[in-house]
Protein backbone atom coordinates (compact mmCIF):
# COMPACT_ATOMS: atom_id res chain seq x y z
CA UNK A 1 0.00 0.00 0.00
CA UNK A 2 1.22 3.42 -0.83
CA UNK A 3 0.54 5.75 2.21
CA UNK A 4 1.06 9.67 3.11
CA UNK A 5 1.46 11.27 6.40
CA UNK A 6 0.62 14.24 7.36
CA UNK A 7 4.26 15.86 6.47
CA UNK A 8 3.85 13.91 3.11
CA UNK A 9 0.75 15.09 2.31
CA UNK A 10 1.77 19.18 3.49
CA UNK A 11 4.31 18.18 0.49
CA UNK A 12 1.71 17.27 -2.11
CA UNK A 13 -1.29 20.23 -0.92
CA UNK A 14 -0.29 24.29 -0.89
CA UNK A 15 -3.46 24.13 2.08
CA UNK A 16 -2.45 25.34 5.58
CA UNK A 17 -4.62 25.41 8.76
CA UNK A 18 -7.17 26.20 8.79
CA UNK A 19 -8.01 25.12 5.24
CA UNK A 20 -5.84 21.75 4.84
CA UNK A 21 -8.61 19.04 5.12
CA UNK A 22 -6.47 15.75 4.61
CA UNK A 23 -4.71 14.77 7.33
CA UNK A 24 -3.20 11.50 6.01
CA UNK A 25 -3.68 9.31 2.84
CA UNK A 26 -4.07 5.47 3.27
CA UNK A 27 -3.55 4.63 -0.06
CA UNK A 28 -3.32 5.54 -3.48
CA UNK A 29 -2.45 4.12 -6.80
CA UNK A 30 -1.02 6.66 -9.71
CA UNK A 31 -3.56 7.79 -12.31
CA UNK A 32 -6.15 5.44 -10.92
CA UNK A 33 -7.26 6.35 -7.45
CA UNK A 34 -6.36 7.10 -3.72
CA UNK A 35 -7.92 7.11 0.07
CA UNK A 36 -7.50 9.43 2.80
CA UNK A 37 -8.92 10.94 5.77
CA UNK A 38 -9.91 14.00 8.14
CA UNK A 39 -9.93 13.61 11.72
CA UNK A 40 -13.20 16.26 12.48
CA UNK A 41 -12.54 17.43 16.00
CA UNK A 42 -14.00 19.99 18.04
CA UNK A 43 -11.53 22.85 17.82
CA UNK A 44 -12.91 22.97 13.85
CA UNK A 45 -12.79 26.83 13.54
CA UNK A 46 -16.37 26.32 11.37
CA UNK A 47 -18.05 24.63 14.31
CA UNK A 48 -18.05 27.98 15.96
CA UNK A 49 -20.76 29.46 14.09
CA UNK A 50 -21.92 25.97 12.25
CA UNK A 51 -24.17 25.49 14.35
CA UNK A 52 -23.39 26.36 17.96
CA UNK A 53 -26.24 24.17 18.92
CA UNK A 54 -25.93 21.00 16.59
CA UNK A 55 -22.01 21.39 15.23
CA UNK A 56 -22.08 19.85 11.28
CA UNK A 57 -18.81 20.14 9.26
CA UNK A 58 -20.21 22.48 6.44
CA UNK A 59 -21.49 19.82 2.94
CA UNK A 60 -18.92 22.64 1.13
CA UNK A 61 -15.99 21.77 3.16
CA UNK A 62 -16.58 18.26 3.12
CA UNK A 63 -16.55 19.04 -0.97
CA UNK A 64 -13.18 20.61 -0.66
CA UNK A 65 -11.63 17.64 1.63
CA UNK A 66 -12.58 15.73 -1.46
CA UNK A 67 -10.81 18.11 -4.06
CA UNK A 68 -8.35 17.90 -1.92
CA UNK A 69 -7.52 14.15 -2.01
CA UNK A 70 -8.38 14.86 -6.04
CA UNK A 71 -5.18 17.21 -5.54
CA UNK A 72 -2.96 14.78 -4.04
CA UNK A 73 -3.47 11.88 -6.68
CA UNK A 74 -2.88 14.39 -8.95
CA UNK A 75 0.21 15.58 -7.70
CA UNK A 76 1.04 11.96 -7.27
CA UNK A 77 0.18 10.48 -10.87
CA UNK A 78 2.11 13.92 -12.19
CA UNK A 79 5.12 13.01 -10.06
CA UNK A 80 5.03 16.90 -9.16
CA UNK A 81 4.97 18.49 -6.17
CA UNK A 82 2.40 22.00 -6.15
CA UNK A 83 4.62 25.11 -6.72
CA UNK A 84 4.16 29.21 -6.36
CA UNK A 85 3.89 28.90 -10.29
CA UNK A 86 0.66 27.07 -10.35
CA UNK A 87 -2.53 26.31 -8.67
CA UNK A 88 -4.96 23.74 -9.11
CA UNK A 89 -8.41 24.78 -9.52
CA UNK A 90 -12.21 23.59 -9.28
CA UNK A 91 -13.75 23.72 -13.04
CA UNK A 92 -16.89 22.00 -11.97
CA UNK A 93 -19.08 20.08 -9.35
CA UNK A 94 -21.88 17.63 -10.68
CA UNK A 95 -23.89 15.36 -8.95
CA UNK A 96 -23.35 16.65 -5.24
CA UNK A 97 -25.46 14.90 -3.06
CA UNK A 98 -24.85 15.02 0.99
CA UNK A 99 -26.46 11.82 2.85
CA UNK A 100 -25.13 12.05 6.59
CA UNK A 101 -24.45 14.88 8.38
CA UNK A 102 -20.66 15.14 9.97
CA UNK A 103 -20.27 15.84 13.34
CA UNK A 104 -17.39 16.09 15.89
CA UNK A 105 -15.28 13.19 16.45
CA UNK A 106 -16.44 11.54 13.21
CA UNK A 107 -13.56 10.29 11.13
CA UNK A 108 -14.11 11.09 7.18
CA UNK A 109 -12.58 8.62 4.65
CA UNK A 110 -12.45 9.83 1.13
CA UNK A 111 -12.41 8.26 -1.47
CA UNK A 112 -11.14 9.48 -5.02
CA UNK A 113 -11.25 7.94 -8.48
CA UNK A 114 -9.76 9.27 -11.73
CA UNK A 115 -12.10 9.00 -14.56
CA UNK A 116 -10.78 10.30 -17.36
CA UNK A 117 -8.28 13.50 -18.05
CA UNK A 118 -8.89 15.00 -21.59
CA UNK A 119 -6.88 18.30 -22.35
CA UNK A 120 -5.81 19.36 -19.16
CA UNK A 121 -9.20 18.50 -17.68
CA UNK A 122 -8.90 15.87 -14.59
CA UNK A 123 -12.78 14.05 -13.57
CA UNK A 124 -13.17 12.47 -10.79
CA UNK A 125 -15.67 10.45 -8.94
CA UNK A 126 -15.79 10.94 -5.20
CA UNK A 127 -16.98 10.30 -1.92
CA UNK A 128 -16.99 10.57 1.62
CA UNK A 129 -17.86 8.29 4.45
CA UNK A 130 -17.84 7.79 8.39
CA UNK A 131 -17.64 4.21 8.78
CA UNK A 132 -19.97 2.49 6.82
CA UNK A 133 -22.09 5.33 6.29
CA UNK A 134 -21.88 7.22 3.13
CA UNK A 135 -21.98 11.52 3.81
CA UNK A 136 -21.46 12.93 -0.03
CA UNK A 137 -20.52 12.12 -3.14
CA UNK A 138 -20.20 14.22 -6.07
CA UNK A 139 -18.14 14.18 -9.24
CA UNK A 140 -15.36 16.79 -9.33
CA UNK A 141 -13.56 18.30 -12.29
CA UNK A 142 -10.42 20.17 -12.20
CA UNK A 143 -7.48 21.72 -13.66
CA UNK A 144 -3.79 22.51 -13.36
CA UNK A 145 -2.85 26.25 -14.37
CA UNK A 146 0.31 27.82 -14.55
CA UNK A 147 0.12 30.90 -13.38
CA UNK A 148 1.17 33.88 -15.48
Known sequence: MNKLDIHEVLQHLPHRYPFLLIDRVLDYVDGKSLTAIKNVTINEPFFQGHFPHFPVMPGVLVVEAMAQACAVLSFKTMGELPGKDAVYFFVGIDKARFKHPVEPGDQLRINVT?????????RFSTSAHVDDKLCCSAELMCTYRKLA
Do not use: A, S, V
Open 114 to 122: LERKMQGIW
